[in-house]
């Protein structure tokens, strides 16, 4: 059976965490989930942008339960802003995805804290942000952790000699690759742990295929090609969906279109790459990023 929107489960009661919910498949994610009774945290760097995505909801439901929390994931101090005042408002957290992202940006750029912009967006906040949150999470029953990663991570290679692109010439798709491959070796790690220590949190991934959002602005491609090819954000948040909604998710699953190469169609579960299968990178991914930010998972 085709799976769609229309199979999501009630979500009335759920608490849900949206990063960079404020356009492109984060907010279509958000929409839906708050459609089905979730109240909604749209966590987003634009207060502006964030703003015109609460609008757009409510203006489709006005029932709807969302709300604006800043976050900035390419600042560690934004990071712990955001969780802790999470921790200290919300007594449970169902769902967090990690949905927030940078693509190809034409030239390498640093986060506040020094890390290359993609990775340290991509994957470092990310890490972070779901390590300082973790805890309420699994207080949660059936909570579940998505992150969204991309077909991208096929070409990506974890370079530890150089994860901040210091040493090498910068190529930004390359880095992009390093980083969303990043995000997939995270999730298994991240799912690995949760099991090993006893905790019921699903930790899941998925990628949109080829949908047309605002993540592709620098690609002159995609804004070639977009038009013809690309799904629509409605379409291609169904992968996030699904691995955040769908019963039957047992964590560890990776989520993206059913068609050719993977670039459209309804969602299912689907491979990834060699590399991401790779549990030593993952272990070693794990810990370096724990000492890059200074942010640990205290019980995995």
């Given amino acids: 059976m085709t799976w769609n929107a229309d199979q999501i489960p009630n979500q009335d009661g759920r608490v849900a965490?949206?990063?960079?919910?404020?356009?492109?498949?984060?907010?279509?994610?958000?929409?839906?989930?708050?459609?089905?009774?979730?109240?909604?945290?749209?966590?987003?760097r634009s207060e502006e942008r964030a703003n015109a995505a609460l609008a757009k909801i409510r203006k489709a439901n006005p029932e709807a339960q969302v709300e604006y929390r800043h976050l900035d994931l390419s600042s560690l101090e934004s990071v712990?802003?955001?969780?802790?005042?999470?921790?200290?408002?919300?007594?449970?957290?169902?769902?967090?995805?990690?949905?927030?992202?940078?693509?190809?940006?034409?030239?390498?750029?640093?986060?506040?804290?020094?890390?290359?912009?993609?990775?340290?967006?991509?994957?470092?906040?990310?890490?972070?942000?779901?390590?300082?949150?973790?805890?309420?999470?699994n207080e949660t029953p059936g909570s579940r952790i998505v992150n969204v990663a991309s077909q991208a991570h096929r070409g990506g290679k974890i370079d530890f000699s150089d994860l901040q692109w210091q040493d090498r010439g910068y190529k930004k798709m390359a880095s992009y690759g390093q980083s969303k491959l990043a995000n997939l070796l995270f999730t298994f790690e991240l799912d690995r742990r949760l099991k090993a220590t006893g905790h019921e949190t699903k930790s899941v991934a998925a990628h949109p295929g080829w949908t047309a959002t605002d993540l592709q602005r620098h690609s002159l491609s995609a804004r070639i090609f977009n038009p013809l090819l690309a799904m629509k954000p409605e379409q291609g948040a169904l992968p996030t969906l699904r691995a955040a909604t769908d019963p039957a998710v047992k964590g560890g699953e990776y989520f993206g279109p059913c068609g050719v190469l993977e670039m459209r169609g309804n969602p299912v579960e689907v491979g990834s790459s060699k590399r991401a299968q790779d549990t030593e990178s993952a272990a070693k991914l794990w810990e370096v990023s724990e000492e890059l930010t200074g942010v640990r998972f205290a019980s995995l």
Wanted: aromatic share 4%; glycine share 10%.
């Fill in 80 to 137: 712990q802003a955001f969780a802790t005042e999470i921790l200290a408002s919300e007594k449970k957290l169902d769902l967090l995805i990690n949905n927030a992202g940078v693509m190809m940006p034409p030239k390498r750029s640093e986060t506040a804290d020094g890390f290359e912009l993609q990775f340290g967006v991509n994957h470092l906040g990310h890490q972070a942000l779901t390590a300082l949150l973790v805890e309420r999470i």
């Fill in 17 to 44: 965490i949206v990063t960079g919910a404020n356009s492109g498949i984060g907010l279509v994610a958000a929409q839906t989930l708050a459609s089905k009774g979730a109240r909604v945290i749209l966590a987003c």
